[in-house]
Every structure is written in C-alpha cells, then in structure tokens.
C-alpha cells in the first residue's frame, strides 16, 4: 500500500460546481497535513494546512480524519483558474519528511 | 525575499552521462528536500540534506548523490544516466523541521 493516495481523476466540473477530493495516508502517527496545487509544468505551492478542527479559507474547506486515515479537500463554487492538480501531502512523526500523493488532476471547464 | 531557486531550468544530455543541479534554499532555511517528478507520476523523495548532511534518502540507486554546502545551497548529481531519469526535479527547502516547503521551479531533465 502507498503511503499516500489519491485519485488521479480527472474530475471534471462545469464553473460554479462543487467538489471535494480524498486522501488516505497509511502511517497512523503522521503528525502534519497539507493540501498543495500545482499547475501544469509548475512547482507545487501550499495551498492549505490541515487540522484536526478542520479549517476554511474562502471556498476552500479542509478536513482531516484520524481515525479513519484520510484527509478531504472541497472547494465551493469552482473557477476556471481552480483547474489544477492538487497534491496531498503528509509528514511523518520523525521522519520530517514531505510524502506527496500522486495527485488528483482537477479541469474545470465554463 | 527570494524564493528557492534552481538551475540550471532546462537540461539535455545524453544516456550514459552526468547531470548536475543546483539548489538556492531561502534565506535562513537550512533543509533542503530533493524530489523527482516524471511525467503522469507523483513527487518521489529523493534525497533529504540539513546542516550539510545527510539525513534521508529515497529508494533511488546510488548514483543518484548530492551534497550541501556551508551556504545551505545543495547540488545533485546524478551519474551514468539512463532514459528512464528524464523528469522534472524539484528542489524544496524548508525552516528547520517545517511545517511547509517552499518548491523551486524545478530543473527538467531530458536524458536521449
């Protein structure tokens, strides 16, 4: 099993749709979680942390489940600028190192 | 503030060859994080300098190698190129243990 998954997608939405996207992680004592965007032939760029409590900026909502091992990511009333893929990140307790999941490619379209 | 640079951006050799990229972290941020991106695949770790050592490394074979110097600036090299190395090679540094990393804008290889 990977130590991050996601689904490659696409996901492919019309503008002003929502949408949310999942990750599982596999090391129950990871300690730090983070969604990252990268655009086509870009370099990653944080996009948002991830907290127990959950945590919103504007139309972006991130949640993390423990328990279950995964974290989500929804986005409300999608931009074309939203197209995008974005990575789920994870760091390990110790380990401080950044394990990125494979992507999950997001097009939205008018 | 300037952000992670790397060089060079783009970079063509041929099979059998050395490549050698550079990384610029920020200012004050002493880990350097490298990780390779072929094309259609996720960010696979590579290899993991602080204080001018080693302290990780990806599952990748020994010729791919680097190092960090006293200016927090790292280097890697990869030896005895094979086709399949072509990728987009990503630099990140990051403030003592984190949490976030700060990508450059990456060094595409291309090995023919």
């Known amino acids: 099993r990977k130590e991050v998954e996601q689904d490659p997608g696409p996901f492919n939405v019309p503008e002003g749709a929502t949408v949310a996207f999942n990750c599982t992680y596999s090391?129950?004592?990871?300690?730090?979680f983070f969604w990252y965007r990268q655009d086509c032939r870009k370099e990653p760029k944080l996009l948002m942390s991830?907290?127990?409590s959950g945590n919103e900026d504007g139309r972006f909502t991130a949640q993390l489940n423990r328990a279950s091992q995964y974290i989500s990511l929804l986005i409300r009333d999608s931009k074309l600028s939203d197209s995008a893929t974005y990575l789920c990140?994870?760091?390990?307790?110790?380990?401080?190192?950044?394990?990125f999941g494979r992507g999950t490619s997001l097009i939205v379209h008018p | 503030e300037a952000g992670v640079t790397q060089s060079p951006t783009h970079l063509i050799k041929t099979r059998g060859q050395q490549a050698t990229l550079r990384c610029s972290p920020i200012?004050?941020?002493?880990?350097v994080y490298w990780y390779q991106q072929a094309l259609g695949l996720g960010l696979q770790f590579l290899l993991w300098?602080?204080?001018?050592?080693?302290?990780n490394r990806g599952n990748f074979p020994p010729r791919f190698s680097g190092r960090q110097f006293p200016n927090y600036s790292s280097e890697l090299n990869v030896n005895a190129l094979e086709l399949e190395d072509s990728a987009l090679y990503l630099c990140?540094?990051?403030?003592?243990?984190?949490?976030?990393?700060?990508f450059g804008q990456g060094t595409r290889l291309t090995v023919v």
């Open positions: 990140v994870v760091n390990g307790r110790g380990s401080y190192i950044p394990t």
């Open positions: 090391n129950s004592a990871s300690q730090s």
């Open positions: 991830v907290y127990s």
């Open positions: 200012s004050g941020h002493t880990s």
């Open positions: 300098y602080d204080e001018g050592e080693e302290r």
């Open positions: 990140a540094s990051i403030l003592g243990f984190g949490p976030e990393a700060f």
